[in-house]
């Protein structure tokens, strides 16, 4: 297709969709087929070659750009594209749904609406850029030079549309800063130098400059240089509210309004660049293709939750990882610590599975069936935590942060090492927790069905229930997939945890129940005081428990009412239930092939619990850490070393404390900045 056949369908008077049409395919066509930069610049060239050889075809060319310039609104473009309509996140979220499921029309007089069909495409933004000086001097000439009407200037047009978008810009950022939820966060020195009061007469100062002596002239520059300069002012202070909320508790929210504040900051700067700079021509193109580039990035949903969640995830898993240096033995006696505790949270796992047994004679239906297991589980988890017992695939996923916490300061010297030690006495941790839990859920589950069985005459359970037990449980079915699903949910509930105490520090809650009268009036002072110590000390492990023990009941039932066969096995319950079945089925299922598949199934259940929750948790961890891929090899080859030289320290604690060796730091270039300098922009 050459440039003259493109004119050819060239019509001034052509209603608003069909000439917008016409743009969108002048758009594709320089594109091509996207795979030549320099053949797209070609393209442009040719373009100004055709419209400039014919006199009427550049009279045709002229009526179109008028009615186009006098048409469409081209502020919010330059002042709203790739921002969210609504500084609120679910705002956003919804927004962006919306633009991916419905289709955008040509027929609108908003330029950032059409902006996104005549630039769609990652490679809009590299023809942009790879436009040469000449060639935009030439579309510069032929767009600016190009009048509204008879002897008026388009440049006019164009500077007048530059402030009304950065009046626009600088009203939301001023909107932003006052809010009362961005502006209480922010630090003293912020509060007390008021940097946003300033910000509106700053750009009246420049306003006005503009129009009294132009854009360029040396009162202008000055304005602008003021301008800048509280923008930044504006920037820091909005910056202090990070250290608020990483001390404070975190708001999707609020992180989501401070990086639209930040982005805005940015966009007033590149108006300022198209409205004064030396090469505006320049100036402007790069701004296109910084546009270009919003529009495609701010169509992903995953971005926004992962730039605006970025902080929370950091947030949770700090706490997890206050949570999990519990879990975490060290020595041999926290290694036996370890061990007792574990065989204390698997006495209270076996009265649950004689709980669970018992509900099932109830003939419940399946959602009520559901949430009575959910409430029998949360209060088992609830007691294990309160008794200050141990659960074991409750550990993986609050370890693992505690874990990468280590490596927050991998540039100093000995901090893999450290990692490597951690990542033994984790092992061990397990080892020790499976093996109490397992190998007190067995005996206390045994005596539980003898005492029925001398006190009732029957076991806890019937014949048949227990070959079906024996068969959800063997590893010749999809016992391996239903493991690992509960692995999800283990690390659901830690996600649970860690957000549930974010939210509660976030709003100050334990200072609310120790001093809202509410309260005290009903509890008194002193037992209002201890009621917000033991819920600040507690309300992750209550959060994470009872949501653990409702998803494993109910998670279940809901699977089943879509027609989902998803079910849960988790360790120490399953080995309670194979126990309680071989009870039931007398010594004789010793010689069953069943039993045995049951068992090996219990064995494999453990590692595929632990081992998803894990590597979901240490994931998580990482990124919020922000640990690079080069670190992780060099983790990897570590713990490589020490199961080479010491296999032994992944079972047993070792008797004497490892000290500091000659352990090189990670290089200069493979060190990562401690922080979390992506959430603070």
Not at 290 to 297: K, S, Y
Request: charged share 20%; with cysteine.
């Amino acid at each position: 297709m050459q440039a003259l056949s493109l004119f050819k369908t060239l019509d001034p008077d052509a209603p608003l969709a069909q000439r917008h049409l016409w743009l969108i395919d002048a758009m594709r066509w320089v594109r091509g087929d996207e795979k030549d930069v320099q053949a797209s610049v070609a393209r442009v060239r040719e373009f100004l070659d055709s419209v400039q050889a014919q006199p009427e075809l550049q009279l045709r060319w002229r009526r179109w750009w008028q009615r186009f310039v006098e048409t469409v609104d081209i502020t919010p473009l330059l002042a709203d594209h790739g921002f969210a309509p609504r500084t609120a996140f679910l705002s956003e979220f919804g927004n962006r749904l919306r633009k991916k499921v419905l289709p955008n029309t040509p027929e609108t007089t908003d330029l950032a609406e059409l902006f996104g069909l005549l630039l769609p495409t990652r490679f809009d933004v590299r023809w942009l850029k790879a436009l040469d000086s000449a060639t935009l001097l030439r579309l510069r000439n032929l767009l600016i030079g190009t009048g509204l009407e008879p002897g008026a200037d388009t440049a006019d047009f164009w500077q007048v549309a530059l402030m009304d978008a950065m009046i626009s810009c600088v009203s939301q950022v001023s909107a932003t800063g006052f809010a009362s939820e961005i502006r209480v966060r922010m630090s003293p020195d912020a509060q007390q130098q008021k940097p946003f009061h300033q910000l509106p007469s700053d750009l009246e100062s420049l306003r006005r400059a503009v129009r009294v002596h132009g854009a360029q002239s040396p009162e202008a520059l000055e304005a602008a240089t003021r301008l800048r300069n509280q923008l930044d002012a504006c920037r820091h202070a909005a910056y202090s509210v990070y250290s608020h909320l990483e001390e404070h508790g975190v708001s999707v929210g609020i992180v989501f309004r401070l990086r639209q504040l930040r982005e805005r900051v940015v966009r007033v700067k590149e108006l300022l660049d198209c409205l004064q700079s030396d090469q505006p021509e320049r100036a402007t193109v790069a701004l296109l293709a910084d546009l270009a580039q919003v529009g495609i990035d701010n169509r992903s949903i995953r971005a926004l939750i992962a730039s605006s969640s970025h902080l929370t995830a950091a947030k949770v898993a700090e706490r997890s990882a206050e949570s999990g240096e519990h879990y975490i033995t060290r020595n041999a006696a926290e290694y036996r610590e370890m061990l007792h505790k574990a065989a204390g949270g698997g006495a209270i796992v076996g009265v649950t599975v004689w709980v669970k047994f018992l509900m099932v004679g109830l003939g419940l239906t399946a959602f009520w069936g559901g949430f009575a297991n959910g409430v029998n589980y949360a209060t088992s988890f609830v007691v294990i935590m309160l008794l200050h017992l141990t659960l074991a695939t409750k550990q993986p996923a609050v370890t693992a942060p505690a874990m990468v916490a280590k490596l927050r300061d991998i540039k100093q010297p000995g901090a893999v090492r450290r990692f490597v030690d951690e990542v033994a006495n984790l092992f061990r941790s397990q080892i020790a927790s499976i093996v109490g839990n397992i190998g007190m859920v067995i005996p206390i589950v045994v005596l539980i069905s003898l005492t029925m069985q001398l006190v009732t005459g029957a076991a806890m359970v019937d014949e048949e229930k227990a070959r079906h037990v024996l068969r959800d449980i063997s590893l010749l079915g999809p016992l391996l997939l239903f493991a690992a699903f509960t692995g999800v949910l283990l690390f659901a509930s830690s996600i649970i945890a860690g957000w549930v105490e974010n939210w509660y520090v976030f709003h100050n809650l334990d200072s609310a129940m120790q001093h809202n009268p509410r309260f005290t009036a009903v509890l008194g002072r002193i037992r209002a005081a201890r009621w917000a110590d033991f819920m600040r000390r507690n309300v992750s492990g209550l959060a994470g428990n009872i949501s653990l023990g409702f998803m494993l009941g109910l998670v279940p039932a809901f699977m089943t009412f879509f027609g989902i066969g998803l079910d849960v096995r988790h360790v120490t319950l399953s080995a309670g239930q194979v126990a309680a079945a071989a009870m039931a089925l007398g010594w004789g299922v010793f010689k069953e092939s069943g039993f045995w598949w049951a068992v090996a199934g219990v064995l494999a259940i453990g590692p595929i619990n632990l081992g998803v929750s894990f590597y979901l948790a240490f994931r998580l961890a990482l990124q919020a850490q922000n640990i690079s891929e080069v670190n992780r090899l060099l983790i990897r080859a570590a713990i490589k070393r020490r199961i080479r030289a010491a296999p032994m320290s992944f079972l047993w604690p070792p008797k004497h404390a490892r000290t500091d060796e000659d352990e090189p730091p990670a290089p200069a270039g493979q060190r990562d900045a401690p922080g979390t300098p992506s959430a603070h922009g």
